[in-house]
């Protein structure tokens, strides 16, 4: 069974910062990890999807990296900004299961403050 | 536009009513999803539509009854709900079923069951 984590759960910075979230899944048979941005109460905002060939994808201030191999992801925030903090999750696409079916972390809790 | 909206935004109803969640999406995507979304909690699948037909259903109460008139829209409806299916309904939508296809999700419907 496919099992998605995040660390840390929550995070608290101050502002200009550069982070890392990290994810790691216990199949390493996957077709992609996604990462996700969610705002409290809000649905969900993709950021960036890596296809389980890359290694990593770039968007602004925004990294993510995959390691295919070791089960593992990180989403590297740099020079954190306030309008940064909210949920942060990732979601897999597991080879193993319904590729329909998105298996996602328990998601990292990002507060940024000036 | 990669917009996909979700009506109404907030709904409380009892136990006993029968209300309709709605989901519309104009990008011509041919998959779309409900999923549900408890507090702190990742969001979890509910129901897969393809081509406007229902191809995954992961043992959903019948109480929670999809409905998908055409190939935009997409709706859950709702009767005799129990106070534990307060949760946060997301809709999201992908281009097709296809493994590196990216799902764009709405704002989410808030439901509070009295």
């Known amino acids: 069974k496919q099992e998605v984590t995040q660390i840390p759960a929550a995070l608290s910075v101050p502002e200009g910062e550069n982070l890392v979230l990290n994810c790691s899944f216990t199949?390493?048979?996957?077709?992609?990890l996604q990462w996700f941005r969610q705002d409290p109460g809000k649905g969900l905002t993709s950021l960036l999807l890596i296809q389980s060939s890359q290694r990593e994808q770039t968007s602004g201030r925004l990294n993510a990296s995959l390691d295919k191999s070791s089960g593992r992801s990180t989403l590297y925030i740099a020079a954190s900004q306030p309008g940064d903090s909210a949920t942060y999750l990732c979601?897999?696409?597991?080879?193993?299961?319904?590729?329909?079916?998105?298996?996602f972390g328990t998601g990292t809790r990002l507060q940024v403050f000036p | 536009d990669t917009e996909v909206t979700q009506t109404p935004k907030h709904l409380v109803m009892g136990m006993t009513n029968k209300k309709s969640l709605k989901c519309e999406q104009h990008m011509g995507h041919r998959a779309m999803y409900w999923y549900k979304q408890k507090a702190k909690k990742p969001p979890e699948l509910m129901f897969v539509y393809s081509y406007e037909k229902l191809s995954i259903n992961e043992s959903v109460p019948s109480r929670f009854s999809p409905e998908c008139p055409n190939s935009s829209l997409l709706n859950l409806h709702l009767h005799a709900l129990q106070p534990e299916d307060s949760a946060l309904y997301l809709c999201?939508?992908?281009?097709?079923?296809?493994?590196?296809?990216?799902?764009?999700f709405g704002p989410g419907t808030r439901l509070t069951v009295l």
């Open positions: 979601a897999v696409r597991s080879t193993s299961y319904n590729t329909d079916k998105l298996i």
């Open positions: 999201a939508s992908s281009q097709d079923r296809g493994s590196t296809d990216t799902q764009y």
């Open positions: 199949d390493s048979a996957i077709y992609n």
